[in-house]
């Protein structure tokens, strides 16, 4: 009983200290369907990091994937809310980036120092489940374990490159 409530509790502090990490918002405005079946009620809040541009329109990504249209029906149905377009990413696809006015200097910085490590750990061959849990240990707490991990792959060191493909590819 005792291994299971500690294991219980070592999970529940990685995902607590994932949520750390700012991402970006998008309100539901009225009742729409994303590009993947998805149902979304007025009033939700999704988290995004990607806004698309394609023949169909504008269109907001979730982490997942899944797309939801700004428009639908000649309605606005979602708005970002603490991020704007950032740069490109290709194909007609753009990361969302913070407003610090409206998200906060000290959370745009975790957010942007996150987004920094993970594009340096993508370029290292690290999977996009990856990217985020690294980044955000590192941005959130760089003392902490994993984050001086990072900082030593960051650094060069191919033995903490290779500790972190075996604990998160």
């Known amino acids: 009983m005792k291994t299971v409530t500690l294991l219980l509790a070592l999970a529940t502090a990685g995902v607590a200290h994932a949520s750390e990490v700012p991402e970006c918002q998008v309100r539901i405005l009225h009742p729409v369907d994303g590009d993947s079946g998805d149902h979304w009620s007025a009033g939700k809040m999704v988290p995004a990091d990607v806004m ?90 760089p003392s902490s374990p994993n984050g001086r991990l990072v900082s030593r792959a960051l650094a060069g060191s191919k033995q903490a490159l290779a500790e972190m493909k075996v604990k998160l590819p």
């Open 52 to 141: 698309r541009r394609d023949e169909s329109g504008v269109s907001f990504c979730t982490h997942g994937g899944s797309c939801i249209p700004v428009r639908a029906n000649g309605l606005e149905v979602a708005r970002l809310v603490d991020c704007r377009q950032g740069r490109s990413i290709g194909n007609g696809d753009y990361r969302l980036t913070p407003v610090p006015r409206l998200m906060g200097a000290s959370r745009t910085k975790v957010f942007l120092t996150a987004e920094r490590v993970g594009d340096r750990l993508s370029e290292l061959g690290f999977s996009q489940a990856a990217l985020g849990s690294w980044g955000g240990d590192y941005a959130t707490n």
